[in-house]
């Protein structure tokens, strides 16, 4: 295995983890994981490169990661759709046709950064971008919700190693099929890293709390618990 499919196959399975959970916890608490933003964005970023990486690239790993961050995708966006609604104050039909003509606007933008920057720097630079917005939205969402609704350190961590690993691989170590070292990758990268790691920092310091004070209810209702009287 090469240098460059070695941190391409970490990325892959770091953002796999990260898609799973939130499929998971999307089900689970009844909402979505990813804002949608930068859900609907992924998305169409996945379909697009998958499909033009396949016509340039062939069989190359990353269209078989792509391939598989798609269909995950698929599904939570799905629960976007299923229980999105609940949070916002609009109309079913406003929703769903709010949420169409922003998939739409989606292929559009992937499409004309393709045309301009062509296939490798459209992926790269588009992508990085999507994946700032989507830590920025981390961190937004995190004090939007009063608790940890699809939200989770599995989700967090993940998502940090995987995108740190192509800021390596594309900023430092330099990938012939990416046309060696991008210097901007690298930066765009560590501002993703430590927000990253911010959004990381807030998500264990609440579930540290919530663990607290669900252990101090449980004692406080022991206490008040009246005990057996004995038999003399």
């Known amino acids: 295995m090469s240098v460059s499919s070695f941190f391409i196959g ?15 916890l999307g089900f689970r608490d009844k909402s979505y994981g990813i804002p949608f933003i930068t859900l609907a964005l992924n998305f169409t970023w996945e379909i697009y490169y998958t499909y ?9 790993i990353s ?8 269909l995950l995708d ?54 990085y971008l999507i994946n700032f917005l989507m830590s920025f939205l981390f961190v937004r969402m995190y004090f939007r919700r009063m608790d940890l609704k699809g ?3 599995l989700i967090a961590i993940p998502k940090c190693i995987g995108t740190f690993s192509t800021t390596i691989l594309f900023g430092i170590i330099g990938s012939k099929t990416a046309g060696g070292v991008h210097e901007l990758i690298l930066y765009m990268g ?5 927000t990253d790691l911010t959004y990381i920092y807030l998500v264990s310091k609440k579930m540290k709390s919530l663990k607290a004070a669900s252990l101090g209810g449980h004692k406080a209702q022991n206490h008040y618990v009246q005990k057996p009287i004995s038999p003399r």
Do not use: D
Request: net charge positive; hydrophobic share 55%.
């Open 52 to 60: 033009q990486g396949y016509l340039v690239f062939g069989s190359h």
């Open 63 to 70: 269209t078989y990661v792509n391939c598989f961050w798609v």
């Open 190 to 194: 560590l501002l993703i890293f430590f």
């Open 151 to 153: 939200q989770s350190l």
């Open 74 to 127: 698929a599904g939570i966006l799905y629960t976007y759709l299923k229980y999105g609604y609940a949070e916002v104050s609009v109309s079913k039909t406003v929703f769903f046709a709010q949420a169409i003509a922003f998939l739409v606007v989606c292929f559009v933008i992937q499409h004309f950064a393709f045309l301009y920057l062509g296939i490798v720097n459209g992926a790269l630079y588009l992508g």
């Open 10 to 24: 970490l990325c892959g399975l770091g953002w796999i983890i990260a898609y799973i959970e939130a499929l998971r």
